[in-house]
């Protein structure tokens, strides 16, 4: 099982992965100065997840899971609301249910939800990935692609990948195959990211944890398809096509296969734990819905909420396992408790004190 030993930074420890999949993958967390990819809030604005949440205690299949937050069809949020933040985060509810009844949903996500990296982190040159050194990034600079330089791997085999999806869009993905591989990592990123500036991260996963790791890029990001211009709609169908890829093409068993989703790719990696039978879901700070990251309070997900994760995990055929910070003051950790609190087979999560959004 997972633990936090107090190591302050030293990435991922050797787990075994075999037959029961994720429940005995070890994991520690990773240098909290050393890489930041996703730092770009998933809400609009981040003073509704700070507000006072005081919860009942969730109860599901007979396990508690205590100190939670809203979540399932039948959990009810408590606590005492600031004054008039229900009166406004209402009116923006109701804008955007109108504004999906005017075909806009997409328009308005696209500006609220997704924030591709533009420049790219990386790109595609022939068969290798070419990608921003650490030290520019760490920078916060602006770069060009005159400063990429090509990713070497020593024990991983790299390939890319150029795939279509259903939807005839095109997107970019990356297979890091270890030679021993003790499982295949399915991996979907978060909203501010993009599989370059992940690669570094995955890279290091892959190694240490002796299994092979395979990203895609949703349409919009990077080399994909219209750049710039991600869509909800895009992000599921671009799940399936890197699912069938890596099944089909690759020909990786599902048995072998863990779904990792991080932040908003927690929407696409339960799209996809709910369709296929897997060995494990791993879901790292993952968000119970969409509207649910902008107001908590909500006892039922709108009908125009773009990632339903809080009623889709209730349908996965695999067992869960949530990785959350209890300081994550992006996606707060009830959105975690309560994904674990609603998925039909779990394994104990991992709340990592003093964690965020994107240093564990």
């Given at each position: 099982?997972?633990?936090?030993?107090?190591?302050?930074?030293?990435?991922?420890?050797?787990?075994?992965?075999?037959?029961?999949?994720?429940?005995?993958?070890?994991?520690?967390?990773?240098?909290?100065?050393?890489?930041?990819?996703?730092?770009?809030?998933?809400?609009?604005?981040?003073?509704?997840?700070?507000?006072?949440?005081?919860?009942?205690?969730?109860?599901?299949?007979?396990?508690?899971?205590?100190?939670?937050?809203?979540?399932?069809?039948?959990?009810?949020?408590?606590?005492?609301?600031?004054?008039?933040?229900?009166?406004?985060?209402?009116?923006?509810?109701?804008?955007?249910?109108?504004?999906?009844?005017?075909?806009?949903?997409?328009?308005?996500?696209?500006?609220?939800?997704?924030?591709?990296?533009?420049?790219?982190?990386?790109?595609?040159?022939?068969?290798?990935?070419?990608?921003?050194?650490?030290?520019?990034?760490?920078?916060?600079?602006?770069?060009?692609?005159?400063?990429?330089?090509?990713?070497?791997?020593?024990?991983?085999?790299?390939?890319?990948?150029?795939?279509?999806?259903?939807?005839?869009?095109?997107?970019?993905?990356?297979?890091?195959?270890?030679?021993?591989?003790?499982?295949?990592?399915?991996?979907?990123?978060?909203?501010?990211?993009?599989?370059?500036?992940?690669?570094?991260?995955?890279?290091?996963?892959?190694?240490t944890l002796q299994v092979n790791v395979y990203a895609y890029e949703y349409t919009g990001y990077g080399e994909?398809?219209?750049?710039?211009?991600?869509?909800?709609?895009?992000?599921?169908?671009?799940?399936?096509?890197?699912?069938?890829?890596?099944?089909?093409?690759?020909?990786?068993?599902?048995?072998?296969?863990?779904?990792y989703g991080q932040s908003l790719g927690s929407g696409p990696s339960i799209h996809l734990g709910r369709l296929?039978?897997?060995?494990?879901?791993?879901?790292?700070?993952?968000?119970?819905?969409?509207?649910?990251?902008?107001?908590?309070?909500?006892?039922?997900?709108?009908?125009?909420?773009?990632?339903?994760?809080?009623?889709?995990?209730?349908?996965?055929?695999?067992?869960?396992?949530?990785?959350?910070?209890?300081?994550?003051?992006?996606?707060?950790?009830?959105?975690?408790?309560?994904?674990?609190?609603?998925?039909?087979?779990?394994?104990?999560?991992?709340?990592?004190?003093?964690?965020?959004?994107?240093?564990?």
């Amino acid at each position: 099982m997972p633990r936090n030993d107090g190591a302050n930074g030293q990435g991922y420890s050797r787990g075994r992965v075999a037959g029961g999949g994720v429940e005995e993958m070890e994991m520690l967390p990773t240098n909290k100065n050393r890489f930041k990819p996703n730092n770009r809030s998933l809400s609009p604005s981040r003073h509704a997840n700070k507000q006072d949440c005081s919860t009942k205690t969730a109860t599901t299949n007979g396990e508690e899971f205590g100190g939670s937050a809203s979540g399932g069809q039948e959990q009810e949020l408590g606590g005492n609301k600031p004054p008039n933040c229900c009166t406004i985060i209402n009116c923006v509810m109701c804008g955007f249910g109108c504004a999906t009844c005017c075909c806009l949903r997409e328009m308005i996500c696209r500006k609220m939800v997704f924030a591709p990296p533009s420049p790219p982190f990386y790109e595609f040159r022939g068969k290798e990935m070419w990608r921003i050194p650490l030290e520019v990034y760490d920078t916060g600079s602006e770069f060009t692609r005159d400063q990429f330089t090509k990713m070497e791997t020593k024990l991983l085999d790299l390939k890319v990948y150029k795939i279509q999806t259903s939807r005839k869009k095109t997107i970019a993905t990356m297979f890091l195959k270890h030679p021993k591989p003790k499982a295949t990592i399915l991996f979907s990123h978060g909203n501010a990211g993009d599989i370059g500036i992940m690669s570094f991260h995955l890279q290091l996963m892959a190694e240490t944890l002796q299994v092979n790791v395979y990203a895609y890029e949703y349409t919009g990001y990077g080399e994909s398809s219209n750049p710039g211009k991600p869509t909800p709609t895009d992000i599921f169908t671009d799940a399936e096509a890197a699912y069938a890829h890596l099944t089909e093409n690759l020909a990786i068993s599902p048995n072998h296969i863990i779904l990792y989703g991080q932040s908003l790719g927690s929407g696409p990696s339960i799209h996809l734990g709910r369709l296929h039978k897997v060995s494990g879901v791993v879901i790292h700070s993952g968000l119970m819905s969409a509207v649910r990251v902008i107001n908590p309070f909500i006892t039922r997900t709108p009908w125009y909420d773009v990632f339903k994760n809080i009623d889709n995990i209730q349908k996965c055929l695999s067992p869960v396992y949530i990785i959350h910070g209890d300081a994550d003051d992006i996606v707060p950790v009830f959105h975690g408790i309560q994904l674990y609190n609603n998925a039909p087979v779990k394994i104990k999560p991992w709340i990592v004190a003093g964690g965020g959004d994107n240093d564990i």
